[in-house]
């Protein structure tokens, strides 16, 4: 499934036959394998292991990790094609798609040593275990100075004391990314980023989030009690987690923005069909022009989110700094991706409000969009601050 990972001199706006074939690939799965159980999954609130391991047969666990570590090799220009046609269908499987590979495998990727990466990357990228990343705490989401968890050394280890909230993949994963302080005067100067491991003595599960939305994601707190972690699992040195916590987030907000286009591009697809459909009176809501109106702005907001989307990919893909592109990508498509969902509801009256057609549930599960990975107001302030440095 390994292509050629570098990246072109100039962005193109007609994707490879490589893109075409794994977009392919993934709306089949999507279409064939997910829709069917779709909701299902979200009134029981089960994780869909047995979908997410056929996934992971496909590489979608490992998209952009290197074949010898047991990844897919493909770049961030086919991991953005992957999110938005698998969030199409269903947004939650695209969350656990997304978040396992930017977070807590792009973590270890980025900044863990190499012994780091043999260790725990294998299992990630092929999909026999699923990764979580702990940083948000109830008193502690865009603030991340004000963390509690706290790890103190003892010998060659660390003691981690403490909790997370919002965690995805939190009680169904067994390799975790945990930032903690390590120096209370310090602030989060201090942050450090450990691997931790499910079973480690002290490190427990706390409750299920029930929610409104991406119900079939899983979402968890997480409790560390005297966990003892090995020197060995402390990631890059002391006190550079938030540097490293700020990169991990801008790849995320890459993947939530791709995540943000399926969802609206979901929405547009049904509300197509369904004014094609629907007569009143005496003719198709697709011949009212208040309808076509509402088309042609979700048409045209979808396609400018995509091309955000695929620049800010194309930017990861090169190397290149991607904080001001990831932030306006994020932020523009998650809004446009609420707007989308919003006027599908109204395109479909009161079939909009059932669940036996797609758009409710795409109603519910986008509002995540514009808060997860950095709200709206938080890429702004990204945003904002890259202007006034040049």
């Not at 090799?73 to 656990?96: H, M, R």
């Not at 998650?334 to 109204?346: C, D, F, G, L, M």
Request: proline content about 2%.
């Amino acid at each position: 499934m390994g292509t050629d990972t570098t990246a072109p001199e100039s962005l193109a706006f007609e994707m490879t036959e490589n893109q075409k074939a794994v977009q392919e690939l993934a709306r089949n799965f999507a279409e064939k394998e997910m829709r069917p159980t779709v909701l299902q999954y979200d009134e029981s609130q089960e994780f869909p292991a047995a979908i997410v391991q056929r996934l992971a047969v496909l590489g979608f666990l490992g998209i952009t990790w290197p074949e010898e570590l047991e990844g897919a090799g493909l770049t961030d220009l086919e991991s953005i094609v992957i999110i938005e046609e698998i969030a199409k269908v269903d947004p939650s499987v695209a969350l656990t798609v997304a978040s396992h590979n930017s977070l807590c495998t792009g973590h270890i990727m980025s900044f863990a040593s190499e012994e780091q990466k043999k260790k725990y990357v294998p299992d990630l990228a092929s999909g026999r275990k699923l990764g979580a990343w702990g940083l948000t705490e109830p008193g502690s989401g865009s603030d991340s100075g004000a963390m509690k968890t706290f790890a103190r050394r003892d010998g060659k280890d660390w003691i981690i004391d403490g909790g997370k909230t919002f965690i995805t993949q939190g009680s169904v994963g067994s390799t975790y990314v945990v930032m903690a302080m390590t120096d209370r005067a310090k602030g989060k100067s201090s942050i450090s980023a450990f691997v931790l491991e499910k079973g480690m003595k002290g490190f427990t599960i706390g409750k299920k989030e029930n929610k409104l939305g991406m119900r079939c994601s899983d979402t968890a707190t997480l409790n560390f009690e005297n966990v003892r972690v090995p020197g060995e699992n402390l990631i890059g040195e002391v006190g550079e987690g938030f540097k490293q916590a700020l990169t991990v987030l801008d790849g995320g907000r890459v993947g939530i923005a791709a995540l943000s286009v399926g969802i609206a591009q979901g929405a547009l697809d049904a509300s197509l069909k369904y004014a094609k459909e629907r007569i009143q009176f005496g003719k198709s809501l697709s011949e009212f022009q208040a309808i076509q109106w509402k088309l042609a702005d979700m048409a045209t907001e979808i396609d400018a989110a995509r091309l955000l989307t695929q620049k800010a990919a194309w930017l990861k893909t090169a190397g290149k700094d991607i904080n001001l592109a990831a932030a306006q990508a994020k932020y523009f498509a998650s809004e446009a991706a609420v707007r989308a969902t919003n006027e599908a509801i109204q395109i479909h009256g009161g079939y909009g409000f059932i669940k036996e057609f797609p758009v409710e549930k795409l109603y519910r599960d986008v509002k995540l969009m514009t808060i997860g990975e950095g709200t709206s107001e938080v890429q702004k302030m990204v945003i904002a601050r890259n202007l006034l440095l040049d």
